[in-house]
T-cell receptor, first 115, second 109 residues
Framework: DTEVTQTPKHLVMGMTNKKSLKCEQH?????MYWYKQKAKKPPELMFV???????INESVPSRFSPECPNSSLLNLHLHALQPEDSALYLC??????????????FGPGTRLTVL | DQQVKQNSPSLSVQEGRISILNCDYT??????FLWYKKYPAEGPTFLIS?????DKNEDGRFTVFLNKSAKHLSLHIVPSQPGDSAVYFC????????FGTGTRLLVSP
């Protein structure tokens, strides 16, 4: 299994809703990532989990709350989002917990729309 | 401040010819460079990588060149195929990956 899966594919939510994005990989990778990608922009790193511990938080607002229940799963909990948070949210994983010499495998993304 | 730049937003090439995609970076601490391909409605797919101790890496039709003194890397695709039509992102790594803005490649039959 060489896939990173993400659910749901699309999500529409209001500013008062609470929702979660889910990411799963079964490649035995020890690092998992959340990226945000706006239209015509490159992916921007949000969080990195290395060996199930949060290792990087790129000063992301607290309305985004990541969680890594085990080495195969990564969640992103969303609460009180703003319309400008509408974007494609990408999950990725890599074999080791460091960037160097280590390609990341991406999921297809969740297209989030905040009304 | 965009640390990784792809100055050509788009590139059109005929099938069978060479495609050359370029990428410039500013941070001399980057020690690992990658190219990703992205189709619409899919996540980026890893293509090829190069570490800062090398100046060339080849994998089939894809070759990446790194010029550290110029802080420049390029991806050569030979021969180009219509299925190569996608958005190509370069990425540079040191502690985290920083992506370029992307170049849309169109390979026409």
């Amino acid at each position: 299994d060489t896939e990173v899966t993400q659910t749901p594919k699309h999500l529409v939510m209001g500013m008062t809703n609470k929702k979660s994005l889910k990411c799963e990989q079964h490649m035995g990778h020890r690092a998992m990532y959340w990226y945000k990608q706006k239209a015509k922009k490159p992916p921007e790193l949000m969080f990195v989990y290395s060996y199930e511990k949060l290792s990087i938080n790129e000063s992301v607002p607290s309305r985004f709350s990541p969680e890594c229940p085990n080495s195969s799963l990564l969640n992103l909990h969303l609460h009180a989002l703003q319309p400008e948070d509408s974007a494609l949210y990408l999950c990725a994983s890599s074999q080791e917990g460091t960037v160097s010499y280590n390609e990341q495998f991406f999921g297809p993304g969740t297209r989030l729309t905040v009304l | 401040d965009q640390q990784v730049k792809q100055n050509s937003p788009s590139l059109s090439v005929q099938e069978g010819r060479i495609s050359i995609l370029n990428c410039d970076y500013t941070n001399s601490m980057f020690d690992y460079f990658l190219w990703y391909k992205k189709y619409p409605a899919e996540g980026p797919t890893f293509l090829i990588s190069i570490s800062s101790i090398k100046d060339k890496n080849e994998d089939g039709r894809f070759t990446v060149f790194l010029n550290k003194s110029a802080k420049h890397l390029s991806l050569h695709i030979v021969p180009s195929q219509p299925g190569d039509s996608a958005v190509y992102f370069c990425a540079a790594g040191f502690q985290k990956l920083v992506f370029g803005t992307g170049t849309r490649l169109l390979v026409s039959p």
